[in-house]
């Protein structure tokens, strides 16, 4: 797999516009889409929801199907326990919410929640038509165990078998169609105690926007990021064998797709081309070494491939990310190709010049402006 991800959350393209960078992304190599269409489509199940410029469904078929000409595999995304903001802040949703004051994520043990999901997981099906994949979100779901009765599972269990518990509930439409779920990985490697309880059939999305080759600390879910010799014990338990693999000299920053693959875990590792930190002008250099490091570790055997993310809250048009995007098409060509390779490439082939002041000015203008500075602009 090797996908790109359309993100429609608070930014919605016109129809000439995403079959444009379509076309572009099969050029460069993409095989996959993944279409996180939240309130970008005229939905019938949560009605309230729609933005005023939801494409209508006939509108995102023809984008479907010039999807599928171009050569490029659909998959749908659908937030089934957390970022449900754009669902929660319509009053007549808020008896399925988990926590009132956030109104972002599902109450994973109320049934309308659940069947209110599998309703619009069947919509989904009905729009995208025949599908290998349904990615079901389950990110960042940081209300987990906040209502009185998911606190009581929670302490009587753990809060890693209420998540679960929950996404085997969510896939069971899916699965009946002979589709492979999908789910970010954060979730069951923050709480990962009941994690040989998920089906099995699940395909894993390992997402971590900052690690590269050569970045000094690692990122543990639930702690953050620790010098190699601070992780607790706890981490070192879980993660020791697979962070310090043996016959590797230092630590491996991307461990955690080796500890999901010994769980019997297909897993996709995903990279980002616009996230926190990101200016509106360019990714931030360190976004830079991730999609590298990512994209060429994705050619590994034992996965399955990577996904591209993009983020449009960070307001960065897919021209000015077109720096991580086209790796994809240099690692093609050349697998085992450094960082500074592939800046000459992109300066000679794709800006059709040789002069690396290019990637000077990038670097200057994707550092944010110390904060100093920025008042006395005027921002």
Same mark, same amino acid.
């Given at each position: 797999? +090797? @996908? ?19 076309? %572009? ?15 970008? &489509?005229?939905?019938?199940?949560? /009605? ?48 399925? &919410?988990?926590?009132? @004051? ?5 109450? $994973?043990?109320? /049934? ?84 040989? +309880? ?5 395909? !894993? ?5 900052? &690690? ?15 010098? $190699?010799? +601070? ?5 070192? +338990? ?9 016959? %590797? ?21 995903? /990279? ?44 960065? $048009? ?14 093609? !060509?050349? $697998? ?23 990637? %000077? ?19």
């Amino acid at each position: 797999m +090797k @996908a790109f991800h359309i993100d429609m959350n608070g930014l919605l393209y016109q129809k000439d516009y995403l079959k444009q960078w379509l076309t %572009k992304l099969a050029a460069d190599g993409y095989d996959t889409i993944l279409w996180e269409l939240e309130n970008g &489509v005229q939905w019938d199940t949560c /009605p309230e929801s729609n933005d005023s410029d939801a494409l209508s469904k006939k509108d995102f078929k023809e984008i479907l199907q010039h999807t599928k000409e171009c050569g490029l595999e659909s998959i749908p995304l659908l937030q089934t326990i957390g970022h449900a903001e754009y669902v929660f802040k319509n009053k007549e949703y808020l008896h399925l &919410v988990e926590n009132v @004051a956030e109104f972002r994520q599902y109450c $994973p043990l109320n /049934p309308e929640a659940l069947s209110f999901l599998h309703t619009w997981i069947h919509e989904y099906l009905d729009l995208f038509g025949p599908l290998r994949y349904f990615h079901i979100g389950a990110d960042e779901a940081y209300d987990l165990g906040y209502c009185p009765k998911c606190q009581k599972k929670s302490q009587e269990k753990s809060l890693s078998e209420l998540y679960i518990d929950h996404i085997n509930a969510v896939i069971t439409p899916i699965l009946k169609k002979n589709i492979t779920p999908i789910i970010w990985g954060d979730m069951i490697l923050h709480h990962h105690e009941a994690l040989g +309880k998920l089906d099995k059939r699940i395909l !894993i999305y390992d997402w971590i926007y900052k &690690v590269n080759n050569e970045f000094p600390t690692v990122h543990i879910w639930g702690d953050g990021w620790l010098e $190699p010799n +601070k992780i607790n014990e706890r981490a070192k +338990k879980t993660f020791g064998n697979y962070l310090f693999p043996k016959g %590797k000299k230092g630590f491996d920053p991307f461990y955690t797709s080796a500890f999901l693959i010994i769980f019997e875990f297909k897993t996709v590792i995903c /990279p980002a081309s616009s996230c926190f930190g990101d200016t509106v002008f360019a990714p931030g250099w360190f976004h830079l070494a991730n999609c590298f490091d990512f994209i060429q570790k994705s050619q590994e055997s034992h996965l399955a491939g990577f996904t591209l993310t993009s983020w449009t809250v960070h307001l960065l $048009p897919w021209e000015l990310q077109n720096i991580c995007i086209a790796m994809n098409k240099f690692l093609t !060509i050349s $697998p085992k190709g450094t960082f500074a390779e592939y800046q000459t490439w992109y300066s000679e082939n794709i800006l059709g010049c040789s002069n690396n002041q290019f990637w %000077k000015a990038v670097e200057l203008i994707s550092a944010p402006l110390p904060l100093a500075l920025t008042r006395d602009i005027g921002h």
